[in-house]
């Protein structure tokens, strides 16, 4: 049986898109890609650092849930992934969340489900829009209502859709 997931990647050091890039070829080897949004140039949020270069990918996978969850983690290492001690948002070469897995909830504390921060965050939800327009949260909250209410609330976070790779 095939499940439908939502991958969101950042980057914010070092070749951020070249990593994104060889990142979904990775995520490919594993699991089918069904879209994959622009790459967008977002401010950090709850945290200091450089800008990230931030995407979302719709993924059909026979995995599970927490398979899935560590194949993201075991390819976040291959590149380079260090997750320090005690130190929350820290600047990273590659990270990967698992925002949805079909319609599963979980609140399991390695895999809580959906994301819990995501409808806070424009980096997540201006990519998700691009790639699934129709997407709703669980309780039924369009992605177009949600992103206005992110703009209205936290002014600071800022989005732009990167110049394509030539």
């Known amino acids: 049986m095939k499940y439908c997931a939502?991958?969101?990647?950042?980057?914010?050091?070092?070749?951020?898109?070249?990593t994104l890039e060889r990142a979904i070829e990775a995520l490919s080897?594993?699991?089918?890609?069904?879209?994959?949004?622009?790459?967008?140039?977002?401010?950090?949020?709850?945290?200091?650092?450089?800008?990230y270069v931030n995407a979302v990918v719709w993924v059909?996978?026979?995995l599970s849930a927490n398979e899935l969850l560590r194949c993201c983690q075991r390819i976040e290492q291959q590149f380079g992934r260090v997750r320090p001690v005690g130190v929350h948002n820290a600047p990273r070469t590659l990270d990967i969340d698992v925002l949805t897995y079909d319609n599963v909830t979980s609140t399991d504390p390695q895999l809580t489900l959906p994301h819990p921060r995501m409808t806070e965050r424009l980096f997540v939800?201006?990519?998700?829009?691009?790639?699934?327009p129709t997407w709703q949260a669980p309780n039924g909250r369009g992605i177009a209502e949600l992103i206005a209410e992110i703009r209205e609330r936290d002014p600071s976070q800022q989005i732009e859709r990167c110049a394509p790779s030539e």
């Open 6 to 18: 939502y991958l969101a990647l950042g980057a914010n050091l070092g070749e951020r898109e070249q």
């Open 29 to 51: 080897t594993v699991v089918d890609l069904k879209k994959v949004s622009s790459f967008y140039q977002t401010s950090p949020v709850d945290s200091s650092g450089p800008d």
């Open 60 to 62: 059909e996978t026979t």
């Open 125 to 132: 939800m201006v990519p998700l829009a691009e790639i699934d």
